[in-house]
C-alpha cells in the first residue's frame, strides 16, 4: 500500500476503496506473526514482481487463498527473497523446483557469477500457484501462462482498474513552450530497450521529414545501459525529442494529457498490464501498442497495434503519420478509449468483480470469464459528443408523454407555466426513472406535483409519497385533479433534508427521485445523500436532477463577463418578512455528480446532460467552436445533470475533501 513506490501500491488503495462499499475489508500491509487466514471468507494476495511484495509471497505460500498475478513472472521478486538475503540454495531450489533439472544447474551457474539469472526462462510460478485456492488475472495471455504452469483451479479475468484523470492539457504545453496545434507524441515510464525506445526514434526521424513541426517527450529514467540521449544526437533529432528525466506522479498526467499520441511499446512481455496505458486511454489519447501479450487484446477500436516484426518501423511510422495528418482520427480514437474505460475498467465495476469471485470461491460455484464489450470500430471523424454523451436506453423501454405531464399541470396558471417550461425535463427525468411494481415504494423528494402521479400512472409503483422542506413531523395530504378528471392523492412528509432524520424506516424504498434540490443546500448536502442511502434497499435507485455550471450557456457566461450559475440572483420578498423560494446555493458539474454518488455508496448506472426545454440554441455555436480548436471536451455541456445511481453498500465518505474544506 501507498506509500511503496509501486504500481500496485496504488491499485490496491483504490481498490480497497471501493471494494469497502460492499465487503468487509481488512489490509494487511506487512508480515503478520499468528495470521489467521480461517477468519476470512477470503484473503486476497496482491502479488508483484518485486520486493515490495516479499512478505505477500510468504504469506500467500504459507496461508492459502486468492492470488492476483500483476504478470506471469515472479522470478526478480524470488531473487530479493533468497539471494539479496545471501540464501543461495534457497534460489538454487527454487529454480529447481520451478525448472527442473535444467533451471537447477543454470542457477548454480548464477551462483559461480558465470552469467546473471535467467528471469525471462523461468517464471518462479509453480510454487505459488500450487498453494493457492484462486488466482485473478488481468488478460488471456497471463492466464494461459498461469494454466500452462499446471494450475487446475478457478481463474477470474478482471480488468485492471483504470482512472478517469482530469488533466490541464493546455497549462503543460505551456511549460513545454508549446501551442495548442504542435503535434505531440509522448513515451513514458522507465526507458528500457524492452519499450521500443529505438524504433520509436528511427520512426520520429521518418515523421520528421514530411512534419517538421512534431515534436516528442521521453518521460522517465534512462536506463543505465541504454545511451537513449546519444541515440537522439545520432538520429539528429536533438530539435524534436526532449528528455523529460523522472516526472513526478502529480505531473505524470498532466503531461499524457498535454501529448496527442502515446506510443506503449513493449517487447518482450510477461503478460503486464501497464497503468500508463491505462491512464491514457481514460485521459482520451490515441494511444500505439505493441500487438502482444495483454495488449494485443485491447479492443481494435481503441488504439493502434505495431507488430514485433521486420515490418515495426514502417508500421510505426504509417501510424504515427496518420495520426498526425488527421487528427480528427486521433480524437475519436482517443474518445471512444475513454469511454471503454469508463465502461469496462471503472473501480465499481472492477470491485464488484473481485467481490462476486470471492464469494463464489468461497462457496465452491463455477466462475464463468466474460468478455468485454467491443467498440465500434470506425475512421470517421465523428463529433465527440455522439461518442461520449449519446444517452444509454433506459432500463425498461417506458414512455411518458408530454400531454400526461401537462395534463396534471393544467389545475392552475402557474402549475401550467412551469411544466411548459420544463417540459424536456419532466419527460426525461420519468423516462430515465426504473419502473417499479405494486409492492414497491418511491419517495419523490421536492415534490411539486409535476411528475407524482406518473410514478403510480405510468411507472407502476404501488406506493407513491412525497417529501418538502417544513416543519418536522408535519405531514400535508395532497389531492390534484388532472384536465380528465383523474383523481391523485399523496401524502407529503415535511422537514428539514440537511438536518433532520428522515422519518422513514431503514431500506424502506425502491426508488428515489431528488430532482432540483441539491442545488438549493447551503451547508450539507452530504446529509441528504447519506439519508438517502440509508432508507434505499440494496440494489434501490437514486434518481437526481440538478442544473449544470459547466453547461455551454455557463461557459458562454464566463466568457462574456457574466454570473455562470443558472439561478444565482438574491430574490426580493414581495413584501417585507415575506418568506421565499430558496435560491441556488451551489451547483454542480457532471463530474462532481459522478464523485457524490460514488461517494455515497452508489454505482453511478447513468450519467448525461440536456435541456431543460429543447429549443434551439444558435448563440453558442461559437463555444463549441472554441471548446474544438483547444481540444477540450463538448460533452455532458447540456444545461441539467441527469443521473441514475445503484445502491451498493453504506456511504464511502460522509465529508469527501472534492465538497468539505477539512474534508477527505
Not at 527454487?94 to 559461480?112: I, K, N, S, W
Request: proline share 8%.
Amino acid at each position: 500500500m501507498p506509500p511503496a513506490k509501486s504500481g500496485i501500491a496504488d491499485y490496491s488503495a483504490v481498490l480497497v476503496e471501493h471494494l469497502s462499499a460492499a465487503a468487509d475489508v481488512e489490509i494487511i500491509n506487512a508480515a503478520r506473526p499468528g495470521f489467521n487466514a480461517a477468519a476470512y471468507d477470503a484473503v486476497v494476495y496482491q502479488i508483484g514482481n518485486n520486493g515490495y511484495h516479499d512478505y505477500v509471497y510468504e504469506t500467500a505460500v504459507a496461508h492459502p487463498g486468492i492470488v492476483v498475478l500483476h504478470e506471469s513472472n515472479l522470478h526478480h521478486l524470488l531473487t530479493d527473497l533468497t539471494i539479496r538475503r545471501d540464501d543461495w540454495d534457497g534460489y538454487v531450489e527454487a529454480c529447481g523446483y520451478d525448472g527442473g533439472p535444467p533451471a537447477r544447474a543454470f542457477a548454480e551457474r548464477v551462483r559461480a557469477l558465470e552469467v546473471g539469472p535467467d528471469y525471462e526462462g523461468v517464471p518462479m510460478l509453480r510454487r505459488l500457484l500450487e498453494r493457492s485456492k484462486a488466482v485473478i488475472v488481468h488478460s488471456r495471455a497471463v492466464e494461459a501462462d498461469v494454466r500452462r504452469a499446471g494450475f487446475n483451479g478457478p481463474v477470474a479475468r478482471i480488468p485492471h482498474g483504470a482512472w478517469l484523470p482530469d488533466g490541464d492539457r493546455l497549462g503543460f504545453r505551456d511549460k513545454l513552450g508549446l501551442d495548442d496545434s504542435t503535434p505531440l507524441i509522448g513515451v513514458f515510464g522507465f526507458l528500457k530497450p524492452y519499450k521500443r525506445i529505438a524504433e520509436s526514434l528511427r520512426a520520429m526521424r521518418r515523421l520528421v521529414r514530411v512534419r517538421p513541426d512534431v515534436k516528442m517527450i521521453l518521460c522517465g529514467e534512462a536506463h543505465p545501459d541504454f545511451p537513449v540521449a546519444q541515440l537522439i544526437r545520432g538520429l539528429g533529432l536533438e530539435e524534436n525529442v526532449r528528455m523529460m528525466g523522472y516526472v513526478p506522479i502529480e505531473e505524470f498526467t498532466g503531461y499524457i494529457s498535454a501529448c496527442d499520441i502515446i506510443l506503449n511499446l513493449r517487447f518482450p512481455t510477461v503478460g503486464e498490464s501497464s497503468g500508463t496505458l491505462l491512464r491514457s486511454l481514460g485521459l482520451g489519447r490515441a494511444v500505439v501498442v505493441s500487438n502482444v501479450g495483454s495488449f494485443a487484446e485491447y479492443p481494435d477500436a481503441i488504439c493502434l497495434k505495431v507488430p514485433v516484426d521486420a515490418s515495426e518501423e514502417d508500421t510505426l511510422y504509417e501510424y504515427l503519420n496518420l495520426l498526425v495528418s488527421r487528427p480528427g482520427v486521433a480524437r475519436a480514437m482517443g474518445e471512444r478509449a475513454r469511454q471503454w474505460v469508463a465502461d469496462e475498467c471503472n473501480w465499481a465495476h472492477v470491485a464488484g468483480m473481485y467481490r462476486d469471485f470471492g464469494t463464489a470461491v468461497r462457496d465452491g460455484r463455477t466462475w464463468v470469464n466474460t468478455e468485454p464489450a467491443e467498440p465500434a470500430v470506425t475512421t470517421e471523424e465523428v463529433p465527440v459528443e455522439a461518442v461520449v454523451d449519446a444517452p444509454p436506453p433506459p432500463e425498461a423501454p417506458q414512455q411518458v408523454e408530454p400531454e400526461y405531464i401537462l395534463g396534471w399541470a393544467a389545475r392552475d396558471a402557474e402549475s401550467t407555466s412551469y411544466a411548459e417550461t420544463h417540459i424536456t425535463r419532466l419527460e426525461r427525468t420519468l423516462n430515465i426513472t426504473p419502473p417499479g411494481g405494486p409492492e414497491d415504494r418511491i419517495l419523490e423528494m421536492g415534490a411539486y406535483m409535476q411528475m407524482t402521479p406518473a410514478l403510480r400512472g405510468r411507472l407502476g409503483y404501488g406506493e407513491v409519497r412525497g417529501c418538502y422542506y417544513g416543519p418536522a413531523g408535519q405531514t400535508d395530504h395532497r389531492e390534484v385533479k388532472s384536465a380528465t378528471g383523474e383523481i391523485f392523492t399523496c401524502e407529503v412528509d415535511l422537514f428539514d433534508a440537511e438536518k433532520d432524520r428522515f422519518p422513514y424506516p431503514d431500506e424502506h424504498f425502491a426508488t428515489i427521485l431528488c430532482c432540483e434540490l441539491l442545488e438549493h443546500l447551503p451547508s450539507d448536502p452530504m446529509f441528504l445523500m447519506a439519508e438517502i442511502n440509508r432508507i434505499l434497499r440494496p440494489g434501490g435507485h437514486v434518481v437526481m436532477t440538478t442544473p449544470n455550471v459547466a453547461s455551454l450557456r455557463a461557459l458562454r457566461a464566463i466568457l462574456e463577463g457574466y454570473h455562470p450559475g443558472f439561478f444565482p440572483a438574491y430574490i426580493k420578498p414581495a413584501e417585507p418578512g415575506a418568506e421565499v423560494e430558496a435560491r441556488h446555493a451551489r451547483e454542480y458539474t457532471p463530474r462532481e455528480m459522478h464523485y457524490l454518488l460514488q461517494d455515497s455508496g452508489f454505482e453511478v448506472v447513468r450519467l448525461e446532460t440536456g435541456e431543460f426545454l429543447d429549443k434551439p440554441r444558435p448563440e453558442e455555436r461559437w463555444v463549441i467552436h472554441l471548446l474544438e480548436r483547444y481540444q477540450l471536451p463538448k460533452h455532458l455541456r447540456g444545461d441539467g445533470i441527469y443521473a441514475v445511481g445503484k445502491k451498493l453498500g453504506p456511504v464511502v465518505k460522509r465529508y469527501p475533501a472534492w465538497l468539505y474544506e477539512g474534508g477527505q
